[in-house]
């Protein structure tokens, strides 16, 4: 069973800065895009970065510049580097992944959550 385990959340000052960290573990194949989300209260969710197993990376738009997503192949970990923290940053960061499981000849492709970890900027 594949799970996906996200951890370096916590409570910062505005201004501050977290690395947030995802990693992958169980029986795969191997993982293509990576991804973060975050989803505020009383909000939708919403992509914050992507980056392909090749790292090249996807922000939203109103995330470029702050936020820095990075993996390490060998370990199987997506991370999300947030600088200059902000009050609005405040939500619960989900990591997300495409995981190919199975043999060369027979495999599928999952999409897999974590639990999230959640991020409160006081001001």
């Known amino acids: 069973q594949v799970q996906l385990v996200e951890s370096g959340g916590g409570l910062v000052q505005a201004g501050g800065s977290l690395r947030l960290s995802c990693a992958a573990s169980?029986?795969?194949?191997?993982?293509?895009?990576m991804g973060w989300y975050r989803q505020a209260p009383g909000k939708q969710r919403e992509l914050v970065a992507l980056?392909?197993?090749?790292?090249?990376?996807n922000y939203a738009d109103s995330k470029k510049g702050r936020f820095t997503i990075s993996r390490d192949n060998a370990k199987n970990t997506v991370y999300l580097q947030i600088d200059k923290l902000k009050p609005e940053d405040t939500a619960v960061y989900y990591c997300?992944?495409?995981?190919?499981?199975?043999?060369?000849?027979?495999?599928?492709?999952?999409?897999?959550w974590g639990q999230g970890t959640q991020v409160t900027v006081s001001s």
């Open positions: 997300n992944a495409e995981i190919k499981i199975g043999p060369w000849y027979r495999y599928t492709i999952r999409d897999y």
């Open positions: 980056i392909t197993r090749e790292d090249s990376t």
């Open positions: 169980g029986t795969f194949s191997s993982i293509n895009d």
